[in-house]
C-alpha cells in the first residue's frame, strides 16, 4: 500500500497485508491498478475493512480487484506459517498475481513509464523474481 501511495509510476500493486488507506486524499495519489488478496479471518485486514477500501478506491475511478478467501487468516500464502497455511488458497491467490501482473506490468519494448516500472523490482520474494520474469518475457 505505502509503495500505491508514493511512486505514481507504479505499474501495479498487489496488497495481501499491512494496512488500507481509506484516506480520499492520500488514495488521489494512487495511479496503479491494485488486486488485493485477503483472508477472510484475518484480524488485522477484516473482511469489513476490505469493501470500505474497495469503495474508496472505486468512487474516484481507481482500478481494483479484490479477493477474500473466507476460511483464510493472516499469512495464508505463507507455507512458514505452519497453523494458518492454505495452500490451495495460496496457489489461487499466486495465480491471481500472476495474472493480475501480466496484464498491468509492460514487457520490454513498452513505452518507457513501464519500462520504468519493470526496472524498479520493489516486491519482495517471489513476486519481485515473478515481476523480473515478467519484464524479460519469460513468461
Given amino acids: 500500500m505505502d509503495v500505491a501511495l ?3 509510476d ?3 500493486d498487489v496488497i495481501n497485508y499491512g494496512y488500507l488507506a481509506t484516506d480520499a486524499e492520500a488514495l488521489k495519489k494512487i495511479n496503479a491498478p491494485i488486486l488485493g488478496l485477503f ?3 484475518d484480524h488485522g485486514i477484516t473482511p469489513d475493512d476490505v ?3 474497495e469503495h474508496a478506491l472505486k468512487g474516484p475511478g481507481k482500478k481494483i480487484e479484490v479477493k477474500i478467501y ?3 487468516g493472516h499469512a495464508f500464502e505463507n507455507p512458514n506459517n505452519k497453523e494458518g497455511y492454505r495452500p490451495a ?3 489461487d491467490a499466486w495465480r491471481l498475481t ?3 501482473l501480466s496484464l498491468n506490468v509492460e514487457k520490454e519494448g513498452a513505452e518507457p513509464h513501464h519500462q520504468k516500472a519493470c526496472r524498479t523490482r520493489i516486491w519482495a520474494g517471489r513476486v519481485s523474481y515473478t515481476l523480473y520474469k515478467l519484464c524479460r518475457n519469460q513468461l
Fill in 6 to 8: 508514493q511512486e505514481p
Fill in 10 to 12: 507504479l505499474a501495479a
Fill in 39 to 41: 483472508g477472510g479471518q
Fill in 51 to 53: 469493501p470500505k477500501f
Fill in 70 to 72: 473466507d476460511d483464510a
Fill in 89 to 91: 488458497d495460496a496457489a
Fill in 98 to 100: 500472476v495474472g493480475f
